[in-house]
């Protein structure tokens, strides 16, 4: 408090606190970077968290069916299960039928044919490894070991009891799994050459075990004939991994945001106990103790406040850029974090400008202003 | 002189020392845990992602087509060509052979029992000590099954054998199988087609079949790193140089590809279910800590930073002093960087330590019951000095520009000024 304030008739609360901000800018612009980089941490860590377990459900997604639908031995599904369990499992699932026959080869060799619906498998069956997704009505995708069993690989001739059916080849299919021992063709094509309808659905539920135990329950109430099995290590696996994630990211975000909060606290109370003079000051021109601490107080939180601003903004764009780069999808601001984050840096900002008001409270101002 | 000054600084200034100190010490805390966490988290979700059982399948070379609809075998191969069991401990001398963590041969058999029924049996290892020179792994079928839930305890003996749940068989049954009898020791739910037979020993199912020393399919659960572009190459058409890299990259294929070396007439792939997903899981996860740690420094950086800033803030007084009393803008810039820089050594060091810990004790209750915080050491060496020399440079960087603006004040206005 200068000279200068000399033609100011009366000292405002509002005028101090704006001259003690701006007086010894350095001072307040790191007090304001501290609370900033606070509510930043707060900001991204929160909003990655809130969406955590939806992200990592949907990298888990790719493991493909979670539930196996049979119909009882010798018999096909009934007509119009598929949208039944569509509607059962919900709009989020992924579904895919499969039927079933060994027909065999121009070679004689016995192989298992399969009739699916090639758009539902290829959500369904990502890793599936194959030059292109076959379109045509009489496409034949051939298992890696299964074309070994095939003359002639561009136009495939099978035969089913008796009745034979020609198809162009589409490929090569390469899983490691008992697909590369199978030739798979477009349902309508199979039903019309063997007249066996689908027997098996596959069904990826998201969500992880919770979600599948419930709908399990539901299809199992709703088709009581079919045998309704839940992939059991990708269930299971999927609950773990996630849970374990979201508790490291928990300890994560713990961690660092006390880490932060004890470092914002240190920066802000220094540069409150660096201003013993004002203090002393005040107290000596009749200031009273809760008047000095408002005054403190206050200006922290105007601080506080302004940090919340920058760094919810900062935070947001470092919750989106982190999980642009990571997951590949976006993470938009979320309004919910933004009390929790307020809350946060207007404790710290108290507490900090608390903790040394209390030191401060017991010292003489006259000794202090003669500099001990 | 100067260190006499340096001691009196610590001495004296406790408390904004301890302030300072204080920031750093969980600065680098906060920093070497995520870190230790992130470096040790690939280790940790791979043995989590074993749940989803093998990535990499071992099947005779000339095999028949495989004839099977739901796990079920319809046209159950006779004959047919066979691995050789004699072969597997070679599967630990390839050169990723540490990354190998679970090996499960398999044997399909069909056996008569007493009334004249058939029933399917798989011929498996339990608990087998796979050994090959100084190393060696107890592994097999239940560890790399992790899903399969069993009542009652794995055979043990030649003469007993695990039935699936719904075989409708009961611990303490004997079945008489091709004419030896077989004690039911546990039963097994897997959840899938084996429910209905047979588990046996290996030895048991080789000897009962007639066909010593065969195994018709190997699971091998391996550590991998996730394939990239050049792991899908095909390493018969790189050059020497990239064919020589390309093998020595722990990718699933060149694991596939040195199986394929070391056992005579095998196929080895990747099961491209797992194998692709688990490194997609396993990358994402990982990415996140490794961006959360990346975080995490910037913002301890901040806080360490504004924390030191302020403490020579303070100091503008004691520097103003010294300068009036006539020391130079260099003695006086070294001792407070002198100052700095032990406080960030030491802080950093004790934040080493503590951040260590710190991860481990996470790690171990996190990840708890997988035995994964055993494997790996609590203190890692590595991060010693990245950690020192980060809190160092930290530090020094942060008290620059309030060492610089405090020594081009002029000291008596340093001196007069309230500072």
Not at chain 1, 256 to 282: P, Q, W
Not at chain 2, 92 to 97: G, H, L, N, P
Request: aromatic content about 8%; charged content about 15%.
């Amino acid at each position: 408090m200068s000279d200068r304030n000399s033609h100011q008739p009366q000292l405002s609360f509002a005028g101090i606190l704006r001259r003690s901000l701006t007086h010894r800018r350095a001072r307040s612009f790191s007090a304001l970077v501290a609370l900033t980089v606070s509510a930043a941490v707060a900001t991204a860590l929160l909003t990655l968290y809130a969406d955590l377990n939806a992200k990592l459900h949907k990298e888990f997604r790719s493991f493909g069916a979670n539930v196996v639908i049979t119909a009882p031995t010798s018999s096909a599904l009934p007509p119009h299960t598929l949208a039944q369990i569509q509607q059962a499992a919900g709009p989020d699932a992924l579904i895919a039928p499969f039927a079933y026959a060994v027909a065999t080869t121009d070679r004689g060799t016995p192989v298992v044919v399969a009739g699916t619906d090639f758009p539902a498998v290829q959500r369904l069956d990502s890793w599936w490894q194959l030059p292109h997704w076959p379109t045509a009505a009489d496409a034949a995708l051939l298992g890696d070991r299964a074309a070994d069993f095939i003359a002639d690989e561009h136009a495939v001739k099978l035969t089913y009891a008796d009745k034979s059916i020609a198809l162009t080849g589409a490929g090569r299919l390469k899983t490691g799994g008992d697909e590369d021992s199978r030739i798979y063709i477009p349902l309508a094509a199979f039903t019309r050459w063997t007249g066996i309808g689908p027997t098996v659905v596959e069904l990826q539920i998201p969500g992880g075990a919770v979600a599948v135990q419930a709908a399990l329950t539901r299809l199992r109430a709703q088709f009581p004939t079919l045998q309704i099995q839940p992939v059991r290590q990708l269930v299971e696996g999927e609950s773990r991994i996630v849970d374990r994630t979201h508790a490291l990211m928990y300890g994560a975000v713990l961690l660092i945001a006390l880490t932060v909060a004890v470092s914002v606290l240190a920066t802000l109370s220094a540069s409150v106990l660096e201003r013993r003079r004002d203090f002393a000051l005040m107290k000596a021109l009749g200031g009273s103790q809760s008047q000095l601490m408002a005054m403190f107080l206050l200006e922290a939180l105007v601080l506080a406040l302004a940090g919340v601003v920058f760094g919810y903004i900062a935070g947001s764009a470092a919750a989106w850029a982190i999980s642009q780069i990571n997951f590949h999808t976006a993470t938009l601001p979320r309004l919910s974090v933004l009390p929790l984050v307020l809350l946060l840096n207007i404790f710290i900002a108290a507490f900090a400008a608390f903790f040394p008001v209390r030191v401060l409270r017991g010292l003489q101002p006259a000794a202090l202003l003669k500099g001990e | 002189m100067f260190f006499r000054l340096l001691w009196e600084s610590f001495r004296r200034q406790r408390r904004r020392k301890a302030l300072a100190g204080l920031a750093i010490l969980l600065g680098t805390t906060a920093v070497t845990a995520m870190l230790a966490l992130a470096t040790t988290i690939g280790d940790r979700i791979h043995k989590e992602l074993a749940v989803y059982g093998a990535n990499i399948v071992v099947t005779p070379k000339a095999d028949q087509l495989d004839v099977k609809i739901g796990g079920v075998d319809i046209k159950p191969s006779t004959g047919g060509s066979y691995l050789k069991a004699s072969d597997l401990p070679k599967l630990k001398a390839i050169f990723w052979a540490n990354n190998i963590t679970g090996v499960s041969p398999e044997l399909p058999v069909s056996l008569h029992l007493a009334n004249g029924q058939q029933i399917q049996a798989t011929g498996l290892w339990f608990h087998h000590n796979l050994a090959n020179g100084g190393s060696s792994m107890i592994t097999g079928a239940p560890a790399m099954h992790p899903w399969w839930k069993l009542t009652g305890a794995w055979p043990t003996a030649p003469d007993e054998a695990a039935a699936g749940s719904a075989s409708g068989l009961h611990i303490g049954d004997t079945v008489k199988a091709n004419g030896s009898a077989l004690r039911i020791t546990g039963l097994v739910s897997t959840g899938d087609a084996m429910d209905k037979q047979l588990l046996l020993p290996l030895e048991s199912a080789q000897k009962l079949a007639n066909l010593p020393d065969a195994v018709s399919r190997v699971d091998v659960s391996a550590r991998t790193k996730p394939e990239d572009a050049f792991a899908r190459k095909d390493p018969d058409t790189l050059s020497p140089q990239q064919h020589e890299i390309w093998y020595c990259r722990p990718y699933a294929n060149s694991i596939a590809y040195q199986i394929r070396e070391a056992i005579p007439g095998a196929q080895a792939q990747q099961v491209r279910r797992v194998e692709q997903n688990e490194g997609n899981v396993l990358e994402r996860i990982s990415g996140l800590m490794w961006l959360i740690s990346a975080a995490a420094l910037l913002a301890a950086g901040f806080a360490v930073s504004a924390a030191m800033a302020t403490a020579i803030l303070e100091r503008r007084a004691e520097i103003g002093l010294m300068r009036s009393l006539g020391a130079s803008k260099g003695a006086i810039a070294l001792l407070f960087y002198s100052e700095t820089g032990l406080l960030a050594v030491f802080t950093g060091a004790i934040g080493y330590l503590f951040g260590s810990g710190l991860a481990a004790w996470l790690g171990a209750r996190i990840f708890a019951g997988d035995g994964a915080a055993s494997g790996s050491p609590v203190l890692n060496p590595v991060l010693l000095p990245i950690i020192v020399a980060l809190a160092f440079i930290v530090a020094i960087a942060g008290s620059t520009p309030s060492i610089r603006t405090s020594l081009e004040m002029d000291p008596s206005t340093i001196l007069r000024a309230d500072a």
